[in-house]
Protein backbone atom coordinates (compact mmCIF):
# COMPACT_ATOMS: atom_id res chain seq x y z
CA UNK A 1 0.00 0.00 0.00
CA UNK A 2 1.08 3.59 -0.88
CA UNK A 3 2.41 5.67 2.33
CA UNK A 4 0.98 8.75 2.91
CA UNK A 5 3.39 12.00 3.93
CA UNK A 6 1.90 14.76 5.51
CA UNK A 7 3.72 17.67 5.08
CA UNK A 8 3.20 20.84 7.26
CA UNK A 9 3.70 24.54 4.78
CA UNK A 10 3.93 22.28 1.74
CA UNK A 11 2.67 24.90 -0.48
CA UNK A 12 6.10 26.50 -0.28
CA UNK A 13 9.81 26.57 -2.08
CA UNK A 14 11.03 23.54 -0.94
CA UNK A 15 7.49 21.56 -0.03
CA UNK A 16 6.37 21.80 -3.44
CA UNK A 17 9.98 20.44 -5.15
CA UNK A 18 9.26 17.62 -2.22
CA UNK A 19 6.03 16.78 -3.04
CA UNK A 20 6.93 16.58 -6.46
CA UNK A 21 9.70 13.91 -5.41
CA UNK A 22 7.80 11.79 -3.25
CA UNK A 23 5.02 11.70 -6.03
CA UNK A 24 7.69 10.33 -8.23
CA UNK A 25 8.56 7.38 -5.83
CA UNK A 26 4.86 6.62 -5.27
CA UNK A 27 3.84 8.26 -1.97
CA UNK A 28 0.73 10.25 -1.36
CA UNK A 29 1.16 13.26 -0.02
CA UNK A 30 -1.10 14.99 2.66
CA UNK A 31 -0.39 19.08 3.25
CA UNK A 32 -1.08 21.68 5.89
CA UNK A 33 -1.99 25.07 4.74
CA UNK A 34 -3.99 27.95 6.22
CA UNK A 35 -5.65 28.19 2.97
CA UNK A 36 -8.41 25.64 1.68
CA UNK A 37 -7.15 24.03 -1.80
CA UNK A 38 -8.38 21.84 -4.30
CA UNK A 39 -7.03 18.07 -3.63
CA UNK A 40 -5.89 16.83 -6.85
CA UNK A 41 -4.65 13.09 -7.38
CA UNK A 42 -2.19 12.10 -5.45
CA UNK A 43 -2.04 15.54 -3.27
CA UNK A 44 -4.70 16.31 -0.59
CA UNK A 45 -4.79 19.76 0.99
CA UNK A 46 -6.22 19.90 4.52
CA UNK A 47 -6.07 23.17 6.66
CA UNK A 48 -5.02 24.21 10.24
CA UNK A 49 -4.74 27.59 11.91
CA UNK A 50 -1.68 27.48 14.24
CA UNK A 51 -2.68 30.87 16.40
CA UNK A 52 -6.24 29.03 16.97
CA UNK A 53 -4.49 25.83 17.56
CA UNK A 54 -7.12 24.91 15.12
CA UNK A 55 -6.82 21.48 12.82
CA UNK A 56 -8.20 18.84 10.65
CA UNK A 57 -7.04 15.71 12.71
CA UNK A 58 -7.62 13.77 9.78
CA UNK A 59 -4.18 14.85 7.96
CA UNK A 60 -2.70 13.88 10.96
CA UNK A 61 -4.66 10.55 11.32
CA UNK A 62 -3.76 9.19 7.65
CA UNK A 63 -0.04 10.24 7.58
CA UNK A 64 2.80 7.16 8.13
CA UNK A 65 5.28 10.44 8.30
CA UNK A 66 5.27 13.83 9.11
CA UNK A 67 7.61 16.31 7.51
CA UNK A 68 7.01 19.60 9.43
CA UNK A 69 8.11 22.69 6.81
CA UNK A 70 5.82 25.79 8.29
CA UNK A 71 7.19 28.87 9.08
CA UNK A 72 6.75 32.58 8.39
CA UNK A 73 9.33 33.25 6.25
CA UNK A 74 12.56 34.73 8.04
CA UNK A 75 14.24 37.13 5.16
CA UNK A 76 10.47 38.47 4.21
CA UNK A 77 9.79 41.10 6.46
CA UNK A 78 11.35 43.62 9.04
CA UNK A 79 12.24 42.03 12.24
CA UNK A 80 9.62 44.04 14.51
CA UNK A 81 8.80 42.08 17.86
CA UNK A 82 5.36 41.01 16.01
CA UNK A 83 7.10 39.30 13.38
CA UNK A 84 9.59 37.53 15.40
CA UNK A 85 6.90 36.57 17.83
CA UNK A 86 5.32 34.99 14.39
CA UNK A 87 8.66 33.83 13.17
CA UNK A 88 8.59 31.74 16.25
CA UNK A 89 5.17 30.73 17.29
CA UNK A 90 4.60 29.69 13.48
CA UNK A 91 6.95 26.99 14.22
CA UNK A 92 6.91 26.00 17.57
CA UNK A 93 3.32 25.97 18.52
CA UNK A 94 2.78 24.64 14.90
CA UNK A 95 4.74 21.25 15.93
CA UNK A 96 2.67 21.78 19.42
CA UNK A 97 -0.27 21.09 17.68
CA UNK A 98 0.43 18.69 15.80
CA UNK A 99 2.24 17.15 18.72
CA UNK A 100 -1.20 17.38 20.84
CA UNK A 101 -3.01 15.86 17.92
CA UNK A 102 -0.88 12.84 17.37
CA UNK A 103 -2.03 12.44 21.32
CA UNK A 104 -5.03 12.90 21.18
CA UNK A 105 -5.43 10.50 18.51
CA UNK A 106 -3.47 8.01 20.32
CA UNK A 107 -1.91 8.18 16.41
CA UNK A 108 2.08 7.35 15.95
CA UNK A 109 3.72 8.09 12.74
CA UNK A 110 6.70 5.80 11.43
CA UNK A 111 9.04 9.23 11.57
CA UNK A 112 8.68 12.81 12.39
CA UNK A 113 11.31 15.13 10.49
CA UNK A 114 11.80 18.87 11.00
CA UNK A 115 13.32 21.79 9.31
CA UNK A 116 15.29 23.49 11.27
CA UNK A 117 18.44 26.06 9.59
CA UNK A 118 22.23 26.06 10.56
CA UNK A 119 20.93 29.48 12.17
CA UNK A 120 21.19 27.31 15.00
CA UNK A 121 25.12 27.67 15.13
CA UNK A 122 24.57 31.53 15.38
CA UNK A 123 24.76 34.82 13.65
CA UNK A 124 27.85 35.08 13.57
CA UNK A 125 31.55 34.87 11.33
CA UNK A 126 34.40 32.59 11.93
CA UNK A 127 36.69 30.20 10.59
CA UNK A 128 35.36 27.11 12.87
CA UNK A 129 33.59 24.26 11.16
CA UNK A 130 30.16 23.26 12.81
CA UNK A 131 29.37 19.87 13.40
CA UNK A 132 25.95 19.02 14.52
CA UNK A 133 27.86 18.62 18.16
CA UNK A 134 28.69 22.91 17.91
CA UNK A 135 26.96 24.14 20.66
CA UNK A 136 23.67 26.53 19.87
CA UNK A 137 24.29 30.28 19.98
CA UNK A 138 22.13 32.38 21.83
CA UNK A 139 20.89 35.35 19.12
CA UNK A 140 17.09 35.37 17.91
CA UNK A 141 17.62 32.66 15.18
CA UNK A 142 20.03 30.68 17.09
CA UNK A 143 16.68 30.64 19.99
CA UNK A 144 14.02 30.22 17.56
CA UNK A 145 16.12 26.90 16.16
CA UNK A 146 16.70 25.23 19.39
CA UNK A 147 13.29 26.16 20.68
CA UNK A 148 12.01 24.61 17.30
CA UNK A 149 13.81 21.47 17.21
CA UNK A 150 13.03 20.91 21.25
CA UNK A 151 9.10 21.15 19.80
CA UNK A 152 10.47 18.64 17.12
CA UNK A 153 11.60 16.27 20.17
CA UNK A 154 8.32 16.33 21.32
CA UNK A 155 7.94 13.85 19.51
CA UNK A 156 10.61 11.10 20.89
CA UNK A 157 7.95 11.41 23.75
CA UNK A 158 5.45 9.54 21.64
CA UNK A 159 8.13 6.85 20.64
CA UNK A 160 8.35 8.06 17.29
CA UNK A 161 11.93 8.71 15.54
CA UNK A 162 12.55 12.14 14.92
CA UNK A 163 15.05 14.01 12.59
CA UNK A 164 15.77 17.55 12.47
CA UNK A 165 17.47 19.14 9.00
CA UNK A 166 19.54 22.07 10.14
CA UNK A 167 19.35 23.72 6.10
CA UNK A 168 21.73 25.85 4.82
CA UNK A 169 20.82 28.44 2.41
CA UNK A 170 18.95 27.03 -0.44
CA UNK A 171 19.44 27.05 -4.01
CA UNK A 172 16.31 26.54 -6.92
CA UNK A 173 15.18 27.64 -9.99
CA UNK A 174 14.33 31.41 -9.17
CA UNK A 175 13.11 30.82 -5.62
CA UNK A 176 14.66 31.27 -2.47
CA UNK A 177 17.58 33.68 -2.34
CA UNK A 178 18.24 33.01 -5.80
CA UNK A 179 14.74 34.97 -6.78
CA UNK A 180 15.87 37.85 -4.99
CA UNK A 181 19.38 37.88 -6.53
CA UNK A 182 19.06 37.10 -10.15
CA UNK A 183 17.16 40.10 -11.46
CA UNK A 184 19.94 42.17 -10.60
CA UNK A 185 23.07 39.69 -11.54
CA UNK A 186 21.05 39.36 -14.88
CA UNK A 187 21.84 43.02 -15.58
CA UNK A 188 25.20 42.72 -14.55
CA UNK A 189 24.85 44.66 -11.61
CA UNK A 190 25.49 42.23 -9.06
CA UNK A 191 27.98 42.74 -6.13
CA UNK A 192 29.38 41.19 -2.70
CA UNK A 193 27.68 42.26 0.12
CA UNK A 194 29.99 43.66 3.27
CA UNK A 195 33.32 42.09 3.69
CA UNK A 196 31.79 39.94 1.44
CA UNK A 197 34.70 37.15 3.73
CA UNK A 198 31.24 35.52 5.07
CA UNK A 199 30.91 31.85 4.76
CA UNK A 200 27.46 30.94 2.59
CA UNK A 201 26.86 27.28 3.71
CA UNK A 202 24.51 26.14 0.82
CA UNK A 203 22.61 23.09 -0.81
CA UNK A 204 20.61 22.82 -4.08
CA UNK A 205 16.70 22.13 -3.14
CA UNK A 206 17.32 18.59 -5.26
CA UNK A 207 19.49 17.51 -2.32
CA UNK A 208 17.84 18.97 0.65
CA UNK A 209 14.53 16.86 -0.52
CA UNK A 210 16.24 13.64 -1.21
CA UNK A 211 17.79 14.14 2.56
CA UNK A 212 14.18 14.56 3.50
CA UNK A 213 13.30 11.43 1.60
CA UNK A 214 16.29 9.60 3.21
CA UNK A 215 15.11 10.90 6.62
CA UNK A 216 11.55 8.87 6.46
CA UNK A 217 13.11 6.12 4.53
CA UNK A 218 16.35 5.30 6.52
CA UNK A 219 15.43 4.09 10.60
CA UNK A 220 19.11 4.63 11.64
CA UNK A 221 18.49 8.72 11.20
CA UNK A 222 17.68 9.93 14.39
CA UNK A 223 18.35 13.59 15.78
CA UNK A 224 20.08 16.83 14.08
CA UNK A 225 22.03 16.89 10.27
CA UNK A 226 23.02 19.37 8.75
CA UNK A 227 22.01 20.18 5.42
CA UNK A 228 24.75 22.04 3.40
CA UNK A 229 27.89 21.38 0.51
CA UNK A 230 31.32 21.32 2.98
CA UNK A 231 32.96 23.78 0.94
CA UNK A 232 34.32 27.55 1.59
CA UNK A 233 31.66 29.45 -0.63
CA UNK A 234 31.64 32.87 1.00
CA UNK A 235 29.78 35.90 -0.31
CA UNK A 236 32.28 36.93 -2.76
CA UNK A 237 32.65 33.39 -4.09
CA UNK A 238 29.03 33.15 -4.55
CA UNK A 239 28.50 36.43 -6.17
CA UNK A 240 31.54 36.36 -8.74
CA UNK A 241 29.48 32.76 -9.25
CA UNK A 242 26.13 34.18 -10.40
CA UNK A 243 27.42 36.78 -11.79
CA UNK A 244 29.65 35.08 -14.09
CA UNK A 245 26.67 31.97 -14.64
CA UNK A 246 24.92 35.62 -16.51
CA UNK A 247 28.10 36.40 -18.55
CA UNK A 248 29.34 39.12 -16.26
CA UNK A 249 32.47 39.69 -14.18
CA UNK A 250 31.44 41.62 -10.75
CA UNK A 251 32.84 45.45 -11.06
CA UNK A 252 30.34 47.25 -8.76
CA UNK A 253 32.20 47.91 -5.73
CA UNK A 254 30.78 45.85 -2.37
CA UNK A 255 28.17 46.98 -0.70
CA UNK A 256 29.01 48.60 2.42
CA UNK A 257 27.49 46.78 5.34
CA UNK A 258 26.02 49.86 7.19
CA UNK A 259 23.59 50.41 3.84
CA UNK A 260 22.68 46.95 4.21
CA UNK A 261 21.82 47.53 8.08
CA UNK A 262 19.70 50.16 7.38
CA UNK A 263 17.80 49.09 4.60
CA UNK A 264 16.86 45.52 6.48
CA UNK A 265 17.74 46.33 9.99
CA UNK A 266 18.40 43.16 12.30
CA UNK A 267 17.52 40.89 9.31
CA UNK A 268 20.91 42.07 7.48
CA UNK A 269 22.62 39.28 9.51
CA UNK A 270 21.17 36.57 7.36
CA UNK A 271 23.72 38.36 4.42
CA UNK A 272 26.12 39.61 6.49
CA UNK A 273 27.19 36.55 8.94
CA UNK A 274 28.07 33.18 7.95
CA UNK A 275 30.14 29.98 9.45
CA UNK A 276 31.30 27.10 7.68
CA UNK A 277 29.20 23.99 8.09
CA UNK A 278 29.96 20.37 7.90
CA UNK A 279 27.56 17.34 6.23
CA UNK A 280 29.78 14.64 7.09
CA UNK A 281 27.23 13.30 9.40
CA UNK A 282 24.39 12.55 6.95
CA UNK A 283 27.64 11.67 4.35
CA UNK A 284 28.91 8.61 6.71
CA UNK A 285 25.28 7.17 6.70
CA UNK A 286 26.21 6.82 2.54
CA UNK A 287 24.21 9.98 1.49
CA UNK A 288 25.36 11.55 -1.76
CA UNK A 289 25.02 15.27 -2.91
CA UNK A 290 23.98 15.59 -6.11
CA UNK A 291 25.20 19.20 -6.77
CA UNK A 292 28.69 19.41 -4.61
CA UNK A 293 29.72 21.88 -7.17
CA UNK A 294 28.73 25.76 -6.94
CA UNK A 295 29.11 26.76 -10.63
CA UNK A 296 27.31 23.80 -11.45
CA UNK A 297 24.17 24.13 -8.80
CA UNK A 298 23.40 27.64 -9.93
CA UNK A 299 23.61 26.93 -13.64
CA UNK A 300 21.15 23.96 -13.23
CA UNK A 301 19.17 26.74 -10.88
CA UNK A 302 19.39 29.77 -13.76
CA UNK A 303 19.40 27.64 -17.12
N1 LIG B 1 14.65 28.23 1.87
C1 LIG B 1 15.74 28.25 2.62
O1 LIG B 1 16.83 28.70 2.15
C2 LIG B 1 15.72 27.68 4.02
C3 LIG B 1 16.91 27.62 4.75
C4 LIG B 1 16.89 27.12 6.04
C5 LIG B 1 15.70 26.68 6.60
N2 LIG B 1 14.56 26.74 5.86
C6 LIG B 1 13.30 26.31 6.52
O2 LIG B 1 12.63 25.33 5.75
C7 LIG B 1 11.21 25.53 5.87
C8 LIG B 1 10.60 25.63 4.48
O3 LIG B 1 11.25 26.69 3.79
P1 LIG B 1 10.68 27.31 2.42
O4 LIG B 1 11.82 28.03 1.80
O5 LIG B 1 9.92 26.30 1.67
O6 LIG B 1 9.67 28.40 3.02
P2 LIG B 1 8.41 29.11 2.32
O7 LIG B 1 8.50 29.04 0.83
O8 LIG B 1 8.30 30.45 2.95
O9 LIG B 1 7.18 28.18 2.77
C9 LIG B 1 6.83 28.02 4.11
C10 LIG B 1 5.38 27.56 4.22
O10 LIG B 1 5.00 27.66 5.60
C11 LIG B 1 3.65 27.98 5.70
N3 LIG B 1 3.46 29.05 6.70
C12 LIG B 1 3.96 30.31 6.68
N4 LIG B 1 3.53 30.99 7.75
C13 LIG B 1 2.73 30.15 8.46
C14 LIG B 1 1.96 30.29 9.65
N5 LIG B 1 1.91 31.44 10.32
N6 LIG B 1 1.27 29.21 10.09
C15 LIG B 1 1.30 28.03 9.40
N7 LIG B 1 1.98 27.86 8.27
C16 LIG B 1 2.69 28.91 7.80
C17 LIG B 1 3.16 28.49 4.34
O11 LIG B 1 2.15 27.61 3.87
P3 LIG B 1 0.61 28.10 3.67
O12 LIG B 1 0.68 29.51 3.17
O13 LIG B 1 0.08 27.15 2.65
O14 LIG B 1 -0.05 27.99 5.00
C18 LIG B 1 4.39 28.43 3.45
O15 LIG B 1 4.12 27.89 2.18
C19 LIG B 1 11.00 26.80 6.69
O16 LIG B 1 10.66 26.48 8.00
C20 LIG B 1 12.35 27.49 6.62
O17 LIG B 1 12.65 28.28 7.76
C21 LIG B 1 14.53 27.22 4.60
Redesign the pocket.
Known amino acids: MQKNVLI????????RYLTKKLLERDYTVS?????RRPNTDKVSYYT?D??AQNIDESAVYNADYIIH??????A?ERWTSKRKA?IR???IQ?AQLIYDTLKKLNKRVDAFVS?????YYGAVNGEGICTENTLPADDFVGTVCQDWENAADLMVGLGIRTVKIR????LGKN???LKKLNPIFKKGLGSALGSGKQYMPWVHVHDLCMMYIEAIENGKMTGPYNATINDSTTNLIFSKELANSYGFSIWLPKVPAFLIQLVLGERATLLLTGRRVSSDKIKKLGFRFQFKNLPKAIKNCIK
Open positions: TGGTGFIGILTRDWVTLAGENIEADSRSASGIGTGLVEGI
